[in-house]
């Protein structure tokens, strides 16, 4: 009968290392102000190729540092599972939303 080397020692003890996972998120949300305006000029200067998420893209600079401020000062969340990093937008004007 095989008996295995670890199971050979002097003392009656095994070690059993058991971990247990849990997921978090943090979750921010902010909202932004757009001038209609420069958004239908956007939108003709790139004769109708481009949509909210890219003006967003193009305009980093009217929202990046308030998420990022807001993300600081939000609490975790637990969730049963994990998902990847999600980064979206939605505007109820336009009825329009996703993922930026």
């Not at 239908?40 to 009217?62: I, P, R, S």
């Not at 993300?71 to 505007?91: I, N, P």
Request: aromatic share 12%; net charge negative; glycine share 4%.
């Amino acid at each position: 009968m095989y008996i295995a080397p670890s199971l050979t020692n002097k003392t009656n003890i095994m070690k059993v290392q058991i971990t247990q996972k849990y997921v978090y998120h943090k979750v921010a949300t902010i909202e932004v102000e757009i001038d209609k305006d420069e958004y239908v000029k956007y939108l003709a200067d790139n004769k109708g190729y481009h949509f909210l998420d890219d003006y967003l893209l193009d305009h980093e600079e009217l929202w990046v540092e308030k998420i990022d401020n807001a993300m600081d000062k939000a609490g975790l969340l637990f969730v049963d599972g994990s998902e990847e990093e999600e980064l979206r937008y939605d505007c109820e004007e336009l009825k329009t939303g996703g993922h930026l």
